[in-house]
């Protein structure tokens, strides 16, 4: 009823009310048609990113896949400018463009907590004692705790060992502490250096002369050559712990052998040559062992098949490889071992693929021989079956036992048979 009374009583007062009212609609109307467009705008645009990372993400898995195979740098960069593509896209469709209905809206997922082994700093925020409002003594009645990840920057500091010197007033006798021994001889580097060095070049991937601009940020000054020095001297003092794991690899009774081409500075030659890294893996783990896993790396500057013969030489158990031929050389080598899946009297060449005849090894002895003579009797097979409407061949009556066959005139000899003799040459234009 005050409603009523509140509108005024005059018609023309009314009908302004009426308009006033109409185009306040009108704008309020027209301010939620514009949201609505521009909220359709930004949900097409979020459309268009997740089929963009739903594409770069295929995209990136296949160049992925490709790099099993031959490595090059070009791949390399593009792999990593599409990851960069695609991390800029997925930081872009983040915010909530276009806030759903609150059925629509999924629950949040449940954070994990941060590390427990990570080291605490506690700081308190401790309001007033008093009451703002009245003065009086506040109680403490409970507290809010909250956790944020930090990031503290490595640092260097430098270790000062100091050896005082000690004279005995009456002998003269001066005793002093030995000095204490240092990972590598008359170098400055201490053990958790030379450890973070060879982490960042073997496992972050980041080569020396990477290393000493980050450190010389710092305002370290380490040269690349010094820092070679250093990773050349730690291979020594880690060669017990590598002997250490090839004995525990190679006492296994399976092993998983592999290999790997990897590019190798060559000096002199402005270029680079491919080398062999050997992987030999020990892990029963599916087979319900409680034996801890281990791989054992060897390196090879070629693919020769004694390199893996000399691995596996105190190996006695059964290896699992592919159809590389120079695994097959091991079986031989140790009567109780065996390749897994090939069959017993056959020799290891059968077990492997075709190669190309180039890179082919040459083969000697009695191996030779039995190649050329089935070839030879191949050969004659071929020779000597009759084509359709056409005349088998004669074959040289001096040499048919050794499958020389004598073509018609004018044929073309096929690249599959061997070789004729000068007799057979001869017995042919006669």
Not at 24 to 52: F, G, P, V
Not at 122 to 151: F, T
Not at 360 to 389: D, F, I, N, Q, W
């Amino acid at each position: 009823m005050s409603e009523c009374e509140d509108l005024p009583e005059n018609i023309e007062e009314l009908k302004a009310l009426v308009f006033t009212q109409r185009a306040e609609l009108l704008a309020r109307d027209e301010a939620l048609r514009a949201k609505r467009e521009e909220l359709d705008l930004k949900n097409a645009e979020l459309c268009s990113h997740a089929a963009e990372i739903e594409r770069l993400k295929l995209v990136v898995a296949k160049l992925q896949r490709l790099q099993f195979g031959r490595r090059s740098e070009k791949l390399d960069r593009e792999i990593e400018q599409l990851e960069l593509t695609l991390e800029e896209l997925e930081v872009l469709s983040q915010p909530a463009l276009a806030k759903k209905p609150a059925s629509e809206e999924k629950t949040a997922p449940v954070r994990r907590g941060l590390p427990e082994q990570l080291p605490r700093e506690q700081r308190v925020h401790e309001p007033a004692c008093n009451c703002p409002d009245c003065g009086a003594a506040m109680r403490r009645i409970g507290e809010e705790v909250s956790e944020v990840l930090e990031y503290v920057p490595e640092r260097f500091k430098v270790i000062r060992h100091v050896r005082p010197k000690h004279a005995c007033p009456q002998c003269q006798r001066i005793v002093q502490v030995e000095a204490p021994s240092r990972p590598i001889a008359r170098s400055f580097a201490g053990p958790g250096l030379l450890a973070h060095i060879l982490t960042a070049k073997y496992s972050d991937h980041l080569p020396l002369y990477r290393q000493a601009q980050i450190y010389a940020r710092q305002g370290v000054e380490l040269d690349r050559s010094t820092m070679a020095e250093w990773v050349g001297g730690c291979t020594q003092l880690i060669e017990p712990l590598a002997g250490a794991l090839a004995r525990y690899v190679f006492a296994g009774a399976k092993l998983h052998a592999d290999d790997t081409p990897v590019p190798v500075l060559d000096p002199g030659r402005g270029q680079t040559k491919t080398g062999r890294l050997w992987t030999y893996v020990r892990d029963d783990r599916p087979a319900a062992s409680t034996d801890a896993p281990a791989v054992l790396f060897r390196y090879s500057p070629d693919r020769r098949g004694g390199n893996p013969k000399e691995h596996l030489k105190s190996f006695t158990g059964v290896l699992q490889a592919d159809a590389y031929a120079g695994f097959g050389l091991v079986r031989g080598t140790h009567p109780g071992g065996g390749l897994l899946g090939a069959r017993p009297g056959v020799p290891s060449t059968s077990c492997t693929r075709p190669t190309n005849p180039r890179s082919r090894p040459k083969r000697s002895g009695e191996s030779a021989r039995s190649t050329r003579s089935r070839l030879r009797s191949a050969g004659v097979r071929r020779m000597s079956e009759p084509a359709s409407g056409r005349r088998a061949p004669d074959r040289c009556s001096t040499h048919s036992a050794n499958g020389c066959a004598r073509p018609s005139l004018g044929s073309r000899r096929s690249p599959s048979l061997p070789r004729r003799s000068a007799t057979c040459s001869r017995a042919g234009r006669r």
